[in-house]
């Protein structure tokens, strides 16, 4: 089924916040949606971020996902995909997450670009983002579905809000100047453990390019990015699952570190 109702896409929507609201996973979506009905998967979202706003949350940004040539080849997809981020998913370097807010939590480290000014076009030059972007943190994203057993295609992580979760930023931002987007290295690791190692081309080549990827896409949609907004411009690296008391630490070179600590006791609905 590739062309859902109006009153299919308030119904899957539906689902997936009662999803969240009652800690159980929903079925996949794409049998209603479509498996690759990109239109109706964003619909969805959109219609969520609106519930979401009407309850009061505040958006601060935007997050890219797939941003990795091969999990788009597993998708079936050629591009990135994007959701949306809110004040309420901001986590505090190494303040403690309660699992209980996650379904089946798994996280990435990424480099986040906060902005100094608006960009409204709807084709962006490198220089145009390079001029707006004001400093760099390094950041955990902690990924999460609602959709059972992570059983993802491109229309359900979309609907989804790409799969989002929750978020932290390092806490000492730095120039871009100052680091090497393409070179950079990154480790994320457990107990002095490696889990997940990476860099900056793992991005879309540069993170840069995801950046300016999204800002044309946010642009064109009517919804552009502005100054302020944050934007993890995607995972450098592997993603982990994250079971209950466990605490990761993601190094990413010529921006430092920033750890996610997960609370014991409360096991993760996995």
């Known amino acids: 089924m590739s062309h859902p109702t109006p009153s299919d896409l308030h119904a899957a929507a539906l689902q997936l916040r009662s999803a969240a609201a009652s800690a159980q996973p929903c079925p996949p979506l794409r049998s209603v949606l479509g498996e690759h009905n990109i239109d109706a998967a964003y619909a ?53 997450i309660d699992s209980r807010r996650l379904l089946q939590p798994k996280v990435e480290a990424e480099i986040a670009l906060v902005l100094g000014r608006d960009l409204p076009h709807a084709k962006h030059t490198l220089a145009d983002l390079i001029s707006a972007v004001d400093y760099l943190l390094p950041a955990i994203e902690v990924v999460d579905s609602r959709i059972a057993g992570w059983d993802i295609r491109i229309s359900d992580t979309i609907a989804d809000n790409a799969s989002s979760g929750l978020f ?97 006791q409360q096991g993760a609905h996995q």
């Open 44 to 96: 969805v979202q959109t219609l969520n971020i609106q519930y979401a706003l009407e309850q009061g949350r505040r958006l601060v940004g935007s997050k890219i996902g797939l941003t990795s040539h091969a999990v788009q080849q597993q998708l079936g997809v050629t591009q990135p995909d994007f959701g949306h981020l809110f004040a309420d998913m901001a986590i505090a370097d190494g303040e403690e």
């Open 168 to 264: 932290v930023l390092g806490n000492r931002p730095v120039l871009l100047r100052d680091v090497d987007l393409t070179g950079c290295g990154m480790v994320l690791e457990s107990q002095g453990e490696p889990l997940s190692v990476g860099g900056g081309a793992a991005c879309l080549g540069n993170p840069l390019l995801a950046a300016l990827w999204l800002a044309d896409t946010l642009a064109q949609r009517g919804h552009p990015l502005r100054a302020g907004d944050i934007v993890l411009s995607g995972a450098l690296g592997p993603m982990v699952p994250v079971r209950a008391g466990d605490v990761f630490t993601a190094r990413i070179q010529g921006l430092g570190q920033v750890s996610a600590r997960f609370a014991p």
